[in-house]
Structure formats: structure tokens, C-alpha cells
């Protein structure tokens, strides 16, 4: 009886610790079950993303937000201790940033199957879950369509100086550029940068360009294309007197960004993080980004984009392997070229 009795109290001590375990883990950041996302896309967007994958599976996300490259880098500085589980971002450089510091685990099969290969970096450690479109917003008093540049690369010849407006410090900036030197090296990139550099007007961010598009302050400026659609699903302040031009021909200018989705190799909710991730490119994460009033383009599950948007598929993008834009070197010539 007596070892009845001590075998009882064992197993009764051995509940007591499991379930404080338990209890003790529920509460941090990096809980078990509990997944952590680093989240550099809007937040209003991934909000929503975030209730519907919790109100289908029950899983709890703990959302720490920032900027496409200070989470990157902030990711790269913890490395292996980093609590996240999940990274997103608006575009890919900052993915391939932490990709190349070989931070992702892969991503499960069965979700890349439901994302179309160009949204897919070779690497298959991350994928996209959603996307802009580069545009040309115009002032339509100051301009006529005839008399738009023909290519992005135009808007460095003299005639448009002072006549456009770019917002370089910004991650969508700097991710178009990233696609002109992938496309177009090094060499020629520079020198675009260097026209940009005396022609243009600098803003603090998209919405600024389009309102100063609006004004005639400028003529035109490059943004990516859901501002435009956002003003107008709205009062239209800030868009009445615009028009957008999709750049065509696989034109530098037609670039469209993906925004990424990885798991962290040292994350310790592996599987629900991959559920995560499966989530935003399946049917119920693309439906909500669809429905949403972020007017991004839904990539993933045969999904169809918001019917306010130009048809993702009468746009002419160039060829751009995600995973080989290369964001450290963008800045670098944006510093040399004194836009940053």
C-alpha cells in the first residue's frame, strides 16, 4: 500500500508541474501555441488576417509591428533568440535580406502549392501572400496620356525635371529600384538615380506623392497602385484630379512587389507558424485580403483581386525573381546618389 501510495503522490507531483508549466508558458510572447509575428504590413490588413486564422483554429497571434528592414534587421541581430515565429513584410527585399542569413525554415509544400511560381522565391524559404503594382499617378489638367514617359527609366531626361515626386526613404520606393538593378545592373541604375536625383521632388511616402499629384504641385509621381484605389474607394480628396498609368511592355515601371511571408528557423511554434503562413495563401486569408479596403492584389488559391482593381492579369510585370532582389545594395546607390 505504502508504495501505492508514493506512486500516487508522484504521479500527482508530475500533474502539478506539467500544469504549471502550462499555465507559466501561456502568458509570454513566445508561448507555446502562441505564435509571434513580426509584422511589417499594414496593420489593419493583417489584423484581419490574424482574427479570421484565430476565430478557424483557435490559435492566438501576438502581433509586434514595424518597418519592412528594421524588423529584418532586427531579426538579423537576434538571430537564433529571436522570439518571432513569423516575419511579413510589404515587399520582398527584406525577406531576402533575412533569407540570405539563412533565418527561414522552408516552407511546407502544401502551402506553396497554392501560390503561382512567380510569387515564389527560388530559395522556397518564404513565399508571397499578396501584391502592388508600380504605377505612374498623372495629374490629368498637366498631362494627356500621349504625352506620359514611355518607361519608368524615362523620368531621369531633363524634360521632367521638377515635374515628378518619389518617396525614396520608403521601403515601396526602394523595392522598385531593387527590380530596375536586377533588370537593368548596376551601371544603368546608377544613372537613373543620378536623373532622379535632379528631377524630382521628394515626399515622406506614397500618399504625399498622389496628394501633391493632385494639387499640380507635380505632374506625376511613381507609387504603387492601391493609394490611388484606396482614395478613390473613399472621399477621392486626394485622387479627383488623377489618372494612373500602368507601365507595359515588361517595363521596369510594370514591377509588381510581392509581399512575403516566412517562418523563423528558431521559432518555437513551428507548426502553427506554418499554419499561419498556409493560412494567408489559402482561400479564407485571400478572401479577406480581397474584401479588404487594403486593395492589394490576392496571389494565392485561384483567388480573384478586389473587382475594383485593373485585372491582375491585363497587367504586363516584367520577369523578376523575388529572391534575388537585393535591398542592402539599393541603398547603398541611393546613398551615393544622395536620395537617402
Not at 7 to 17: D, F, H, K, N, R
Not at 41 to 56: I, P, R, S
Not at 111 to 117: E, H, K, R, Y
Not at 310 to 322: G, H
Request: net charge positive.
Amino acid at each position: 500500500m505504502r508504495r501505492s501510495r508514493r506512486a500516487v503522490a508522484t504521479m500527482l507531483g508530475v500533474v502539478v508541474a506539467l500544469l504549471a508549466t502550462a499555465c507559466g508558458a501561456s502568458g509570454g510572447s513566445g508561448a507555446a501555441g502562441v505564435v509571434t509575428l513580426y509584422n511589417a504590413q499594414h496593420d489593419d490588413l493583417v489584423k484581419a488576417l490574424v482574427d479570421g486564422f484565430t476565430k478557424e483554429t483557435g490559435i492566438k497571434v501576438n502581433i509586434r509591428s514595424g518597418k519592412d528592414f528594421e524588423l529584418a534587421n532586427q531579426l538579423v541581430q537576434e538571430g537564433g533568440a529571436s522570439p518571432a515565429d513569423v516575419f511579413l513584410t510589404e515587399n520582398s527585399p527584406a525577406m531576402s535580406l533575412v533569407d540570405s542569413k539563412n533565418l527561414f525554415a522552408k516552407v511546407d509544400d502544401a502551402t506553396l502549392a497554392q501560390v503561382p511560381a512567380q510569387f515564389v522565391p527560388s530559395s522556397r524559404n518564404w513565399t508571397g501572400f499578396a501584391a502592388r503594382s508600380t504605377v505612374l499617378a498623372y495629374n490629368t489638367q498637366a498631362l494627356t496620356p500621349t504625352q506620359l514617359p514611355g518607361s519608368l527609366l524615362d523620368l531621369a531626361q531633363p524634360q521632367w525635371q521638377g515635374k515628378i515626386g518619389i518617396a525614396p526613404a520608403g521601403a515601396d520606393f526602394q523595392a522598385i529600384v531593387s527590380a530596375v538593378l536586377e533588370l537593368k545592373g548596376e551601371a544603368a541604375t546608377a544613372q537613373w538615380l543620378a536623373g532622379l536625383k535632379a528631377n524630382a521632388k521628394i515626399y515622406q511616402g506614397n500618399i504625399p506623392v498622389l496628394r501633391a499629384v493632385n494639387s499640380g504641385e507635380i505632374q506625376a509621381g511613381v507609387i504603387y497602385h492601391y493609394y490611388w484605389y484606396k482614395d478613390r474607394a473613399e472621399s477621392g480628396a486626394g485622387s479627383a484630379n488623377t489618372e494612373l498609368k500602368f507601365f507595359g511592355g515588361k517595363d521596369p515601371g510594370g514591377f509588381v512587389s510581392v509581399s512575403g511571408a516566412g517562418v523563423l528557423k528558431s521559432g518555437k511554434n513551428q507548426a502553427q507558424a506554418q499554419q499561419f503562413v498556409r493560412y494567408l495563401t489559402g482561400p479564407g486569408g485571400q478572401r479577406i485580403l480581397a474584401d479588404s479596403k487594403a486593395l492589394e492584389y490576392s496571389i494565392a488559391s485561384g483567388v480573384p483581386s478586389n473587382p475594383r482593381l485593373k485585372p491582375l492579369a491585363e497587367l504586363d510585370p516584367p520577369a523578376v525573381d523575388v529572391s534575388k532582389l537585393n535591398g542592402p545594395k539599393v541603398v547603398e546607390l541611393m546613398q551615393k546618389a544622395g536620395l537617402i
